[in-house]
């Protein structure tokens, strides 16, 4: 398997060596060296000391992520409106993470989307690997913001496609197998859609704008999709499935498979804390867009995956940004003498070139936004 694994590398060098001269190294496929159950992890994905996960930590149901119930901000009465609204504002402000439930896509649609995913990644290796992505870009089947040959790997295979606008879609990377597989994608990405542009009108109402405030400045949305599949790892005390970063999207809506081990972490008051998955709820995050048009009042919180001794895991993931010609900076309204102005301006299209062209860090990929004052502490 190592060796279809190098070819296909080394075919995807060929064709893009003349644009991208990213020199990767061989990256393995983490299902394939599941299979070959190695007694010992490669070196490539054995975290320095720091960048461990410790795995006894797991911190009382206090400190769990707070849930929104959608149905209350869309059909309650007033007052379970009001009330779903402030729990929203808390959950923005003092979380950036918390999960949807009564979310309104249908449950046989999320167990559709789970089926097939699941279904892909457990295509043989050739199969995949008809959809590769190529070192430096972030669409197709592997493992993406890999940029060096010593830069350490995640324990995951990644599927990921353009959705909207139509331009960013690359057909040739949508796959045939397995059946129905896109449109599928298509289907759910649409009712995703449409709870991401709902969410960021109560998101709007939270901070006191206009509820159509994010739909008119993002023009035509940019909307992205991945499937993660961490295999299980005799060693996930030396591993992770996904390094740790922040999103750079406005929102992120995050489904996890039914029956997944636990493995999505969020870093709240200098610990990663587990997101329990709650049975058919979505989970949201805060992105760095977000961050940046609020002027920090909701922030883009850093987050990672862990992975199981036994157990496999599966999420599908959605991004939600504006349009990529679409200028961003804080709103004014968010700016006053208590709260200077703290991200400069810049496109959209400027800050994803910036994001995919750089290793996941943690928050650091948002630097690229931040004015730097002297006086400034974060
Ligand atoms: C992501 C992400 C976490 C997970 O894809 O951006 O944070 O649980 N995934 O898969
Ligand atoms: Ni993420």
Same mark, same amino acid.
């Given at each position: 398997m190592a060796v279809c694994n190098q070819e296909a590398n080394f075919s995807c060098k060929k064709i893009f060596l003349p644009t991208s001269p990213i020199k990767v190294g061989h990256i393995d496929d983490v299902q394939e060296l599941r299979k070959a159950k190695p007694t010992t992890i490669p070196e490539r994905f054995v975290r320095d000391m720091t960048e461990? &996960?410790? @795995?006894?930590i797991t911190l009382p149901s206090l400190s769990e992520i707070p849930s929104i119930n959608f149905s209350s901000l869309v059909n309650g009465n007033k007052d379970d409106c009001q009330n779903e609204i402030l729990q929203l504002a808390r959950a923005c402000e003092d979380w950036g993470f918390f999960q949807v439930i009564n979310h309104g896509i249908d449950l046989s649609l999320l167990e559709s989307i789970e089926e097939l995913a699941k279904n892909f990644f457990m295509l043989p290796l050739e199969e995949k690997q008809k959809y590769p992505m190529a070192p430096g870009t972030v669409q197709g089947y592997g493992q993406a913001f890999v940029f060096s040959e010593d830069q350490k790997l995640d324990w995951c295979n990644m599927f990921a496609l353009g959705i909207e =606008?139509?331009?960013?879609?690359? =057909?040739? @990377?949508? =796959?045939?197998? &397995? &059946?129905k597989f896109c449109e599928t994608v298509e289907v759910y990405s649409r009712e995703v859609r449409k709870l991401c542009q709902n969410l960021l009108k109560y998101i709007a109402i939270t901070l006191g704008l206009k509820a159509d405030i994010f739909e008119e400045m993002f023009g035509v949305a940019v909307q992205a999709i991945r499937m993660n599949y961490y295999p299980p790892c005799s060693r996930p005390d030396l591993v992770l499935g996904l390094s740790p970063h922040s999103d750079g999207s406005a929102l992120t809506v995050l489904q996890q498979g039914k029956g997944s081990s636990v493995g999505l972490q969020i870093f709240k008051d200098n610990k990663w804390v587990p997101v329990q998955p709650i049975p058919n709820a979505l989970v949201i995050n805060i992105g760095d867009t977000l961050e940046v048009l609020t002027n920090g009042k909701y922030k883009s919180v850093e987050h990672r995956a862990v992975t199981h001794k036994e157990k496999d895991r599966l999420s599908i993931v959605n991004f939600y940004a504006p349009s990529y010609e679409i200028e961003l900076g804080p709103m004014p309204e968010l700016v006053d003498e208590n709260n200077p102005c703290k991200y400069r301006r810049y496109t959209h299209g400027e800050y994803n070139k910036h994001y995919v062209t750089n290793k996941l860090q943690g928050k650091k990929t948002l630097e690229f936004a931040k004015i730097k004052s002297k006086t400034s502490t974060e």
């Open positions: 461990r &996960p410790t @795995l006894a =606008p139509h331009y960013i879609r690359n =057909p040739k @990377l949508w =796959p045939i197998q &397995p &059946p």
